[in-house]
DNA sequence: CGGTGTGAAGCCTTTCACAGCA
DNA sequence: TGCTGTGAAAGGCTTCACACCG
């Protein structure tokens, strides 16, 4: 159910231009997936469509939020305050999303106890008393490669299940654990790999890709 | 072909260790896939492996490399330096991969004009120029949201065939131009679904995904 | 023997097509 | 009539299993 917050995002766009009905279709173009996607996903929330007309905004948008669990703040903690990590300690994405940034660890001596926005900057052994009284549970990875793994146990023995992470390296959790995975420097390299095959008559045509 | 650059990252590795031979096996791990996808994988590139043995680190990397289009560096052009496109400026994992930063673009005039490292950030209507002086074959969107779809007409308009998205918004782009996306909000979002549905037995175990 | 290369099976996701309801 | 809900078909990707080779 990746595209539940794709649809998320494209029903509060419609619930702004004052709008409370869309067809599958409409949607589907708001979302870029195909409409009866769009149906057979919305199908297994429940029947919140009605025939002939489309899909009432405002109860989706509420059940949506519901499976998403976007009815509370999720607080956060980011792991590693180089470029990446400073810059998502300030992206207003996330708390526009119900995502707050409520801790930031580093081990490096020479940042510890600085000052990002309102926040100190901790140890990595302060992570578990930092999960248990700000109630975190979701961790952000954005260190170098070599210390991630360890930065994922720790995440992990600290009692934090979700982790996203931006190291680019390959990082093992128990399955207990969910994590996903965003490395820049792969996208880039999927996109040189498109760009240098451009032409090739092998490949898929690029619409479908 | 998504995964080739996870060998190539697991090969460089493995030189660096000064092993000159793999099995697939061994590459599955530090890939973090199967073995069986590993020999089909590479299997399309060529033989590059001997029965028994395994496949050469040395001569792999070279077909990979070429193969990704990693045997010259990739001139990139970030446009919106906002926090993310800073730190995506700076950061070093790009480089280290063959692809440069080679011009900031960015239409707030409080920002134009200034310096990000040696870099001058110019307006947008000096894309085209750009594109063209510095063979930027790659555009990165680091833009807020109303603006991307705007900015990534530019990027076509300049020639620029291949977009990396970090705006959180569906961007339409020409069959013949690729994109990938990078939506942080989004991932958290998947995140908090599976955290809701933690211990909900109509789920598939966490070990699948 | 050990490990690659690969047909075939299995699985999961997407798309089609249409019945059925407002 | 229009659009949802959904079985069935199609397609793609992953995994298995094993023949074959060094």
Known sequence: MARLPLYYRALLETAEHDV????SE??????????????????????????????????????I??????????????????????ALAHYRGFEARGFQVVALVNNDPTKLGGLVDDLVIEGVDELPRLARERSIAIGIIATPPHVAQGVADALVAAGIASILNFAPTVVSVPTSVSMR????????QILSFYQHHRDDPALPPLGAR
């Open 181 to 188: 995975k965003v490395d820049l420097a792969i996208e880039l």
């Open 65 to 86: 939020a519901g499976e998403l669990g976007l009815t509370h703040e999720w607080p956060v903690v980011i792991v590693g305050i180089g470029n990446l990590g400073r």
């Open 20 to 23: 409370d009905t869309v067809s």
């Open 26 to 63: 409409h949607l589907a173009r708001l979302a870029g997936v195909n409409a009866a996607q769009v149906r057979k996903d919305l199908s297994h929330l429940g029947s919140y469509g009605t025939r002939g007309v489309g899909y009432e905004v405002g109860p989706l948008l509420r059940e």
